[in-house]
């Protein structure tokens, strides 16, 4: 049974940062594709950041262009997990973040593409 597992969200002010867990089972997690994306109320869900799968895949990243330079993406292969490091929060990154995870095993960030979901984690940058 595929099961991915997010954690780390919380509050956090302008300016702070907070690493985001995935931690996943059930898959083959060297070949697949890992996503993070995120959904604020009353928007649709949209692509933050994936990570290639490192089997038949170079482990390459590909960012959203708000969160470029500012989010950095990673896996760890020994514990099948993804993280997501996010730095220079601001209030437009308050959101419900998920991770998800494809079989194409390369990078993208369209939704449909993707194959499992985990439940979410609420992130709420404020002062």
């Known amino acids: 049974q595929v099961q991915l597992v997010e954690s780390g969200g919380g509050l956090v002010q302008p300016g702070g940062s907070l690493r985001l867990s995935c931690a996943t089972s059930g898959f083959i997690f060297d070949f697949y594709a890992v996503g993070w994306f995120r959904q604020a109320p009353g928007r649709e869900r949209e692509g933050v950041a994936c990570?290639?799968?490192?089997?038949?895949?170079?482990?390459?990243?590909w960012y959203a262009g708000p969160v470029r330079g500012r989010f950095t993406i990673t896996k760890d292969n020994t514990n099948d997990t993804v993280i997501l490091q996010m730095n220079s929060l601001k209030p437009e990154d308050t959101a419900v973040y998920y991770c998800?995870?494809?079989?194409?095993?390369?990078?993208?960030?369209?939704?449909?593409?993707?194959?499992?979901w985990g439940q979410g984690t609420q992130v709420t940058v404020s002062s």
């Open positions: 998800a995870a494809t079989e194409r095993g390369v990078v993208t960030l369209t939704l449909g593409e993707y194959d499992y």
């Open positions: 990570i290639s799968g490192t089997s038949g895949g170079d482990g390459s990243a």
